[in-house]
């Protein structure tokens, strides 16, 4: 599903070059759930960006679903973002205009599915994340682990076959980290999308199968996470 070769990544900053990634190789399957640890400034964001084709390595390969993100032309990098990849943040990036229902059907009314269709599927994923009834709510007028719950609805919704989180807990009460833990969990055993998430808390990272752990932008640590490390 994604596979990394010798993938570094540095930005030059006046006199010197910042090595933000050096020679990562990785690959992770189809369906797998992993968490990306590490401090600040090791790398995890710079990863990101680059699986998610929003930045382009300085060396290296990287193939996710089946292209070449080194080689690919704008076009085709937007294509695949449009169509394989969600992004969860840690600010929910909601549109405070619209509701839920709005905010969750948006991205397939951008590629053109029908407004009738699109909302069917909003729905369906209203449910998923356990929001029904709070689909004509205004975002204001949810909690965090609701408008983050949204967040993940609308990640979803266009069927990615990659889903991508940054700190998706961070903003939130334990209460509903916890929820939306469960329901990240609930994702990766449905096999619904492949599940990568960025994350400063040991209890987030036990909730995926395989830890990886970044430092000074390298790969230190690569293997099966242990949920009796929560603590
Ligand atoms: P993390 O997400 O783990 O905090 P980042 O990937 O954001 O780490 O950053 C890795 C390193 O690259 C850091 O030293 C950071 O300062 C540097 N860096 C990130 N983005 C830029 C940029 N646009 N220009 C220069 N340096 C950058």
């Known amino acids: 599903m994604i596979s990394l070769q010798k993938v570094s990544?540095?930005?030059?900053?006046?006199?010197?070059?910042?090595?933000?990634?050096?020679?990562?190789?990785?690959?992770?399957?189809?369906?797998?759930?992993?968490?990306?640890?590490?401090?600040?400034?090791?790398?995890?964001?710079?990863?990101?960006?680059?699986?998610?084709?929003?930045?382009?390595?300085?060396?290296?390969?990287?193939?996710?679903?089946?292209?070449?993100?080194t080689t690919a032309d704008d076009a085709q990098l937007t294509d695949f973002r449009r169509r394989q990849l969600g992004l969860v943040f840690q600010f929910f990036n909601l549109l405070p205009t619209m509701n839920?229902?709005?905010?969750?059907?948006?991205?397939?009314?951008?590629?053109?599915?029908?407004?009738?269709?699109?909302?069917?599927?909003?729905?369906?994923?209203?449910?998923?994340?356990?929001?029904?009834?709070r689909a004509t709510h205004f975002v204001h007028q949810l909690s965090g682990g609701e408008q983050q719950r949204t967040a993940i609805a609308r990640a979803l919704v266009h069927r990615p076959s990659l889903l991508i989180a940054d700190e998706p807990t961070g903003n939130l009460d334990?209460?509903?980290?916890?929820?939306?833990?469960?329901?990240?969990?609930?994702?990766?055993?449905?096999?619904?999308?492949?599940l990568i998430l960025v994350t400063h808390s040991a209890e987030v990272a036990a909730a995926a199968s395989r830890l990886i752990e970044l430092r000074d932008g390298k790969v230190i640590r690569d293997e099966p996470s242990d949920p009796r490390a929560v603590g």
């Open 100 to 133: 839920a229902l709005e905010n969750v059907s948006l991205p397939l009314l951008l590629q053109g599915v029908s407004l009738a269709e699109s909302e069917a599927r909003a729905r369906e994923l209203l449910g998923l994340v356990g929001l029904t009834n």
């Open 174 to 194: 334990s209460a509903s980290a916890e929820r939306v833990l469960g329901l990240l969990h609930e994702i990766a055993q449905e096999k619904l999308a492949t």
């Open 9 to 69: 990544r540095y930005y030059e900053a006046g006199e010197r070059s910042v090595h933000a990634l050096e020679e990562v190789s990785l690959q992770i399957g189809r369906h797998e759930f992993v968490a990306v640890v590490g401090p600040s400034g090791c790398g995890k964001s710079t990863l990101m960006h680059l699986i998610a084709g929003l930045d382009r390595p300085t060396a290296g390969e990287i193939t996710v679903a089946g292209l070449s993100l």
